[in-house]
């Protein structure tokens, strides 16, 4: 079952699929969330990049550990004046941290589509599993 509007059902709660990269394959997904490439072009990219290189995109929620994996993916990272530092899988997702790909895009487009994310994901609790799907 895929989440998202199905004719004549209206909204499904659960979505079970395959990940396309490392990762949960089968597994019970509580909801899928959106990038778009035409709001978020550069993360956009990185998440589809960075999913073809293996990075999973069934991701677990669990924010009690977001600094220490932000602290753990950025590492040895050299900051770039007027650019931020993008991680995927990003710091709120147990996947995320130590060997997330990380690349420096416009800070606008990388705050932009976090709060996107993150805006998606209010109101699932830690543990929670959600799909990440670029969108055009």
Not at 20 to 46: I, L, N
Request: proline residues 6%.
């Amino acid at each position: 079952m895929l989440l998202g509007l199905v004719p004549g059902l209206g909204l499904a709660s659960k979505v079970t699929k395959g990940a396309k990269g490392a990762g949960a394959a089968g597994s019970d997904v509580e909801k899928v969330v959106t990038v778009s490439k035409g709001r978020f072009p550069e993360s956009a990219q990185h998440i589809e990049d960075a999913i073809d290189a293996g990075k999973p995109d069934i991701l677990t929620i669990d924010r009690a550990n977001t600094a220490s994996n932000r602290r753990d993916s950025l590492r040895g990272i050299e900051t770039k004046p007027g650019l931020d530092r993008d991680e995927y899988p990003p710091a709120m997702f147990q996947e995320g941290g130590q060997g997330a790909s990380v690349r420096h895009i416009n800070p606008s487009d990388n705050r932009g589509a976090g709060a996107c994310i993150g805006a998606q994901c209010r109101g699932l609790p830690n543990g929670a599993k959600v799909r990440i799907d670029v969108v055009d």
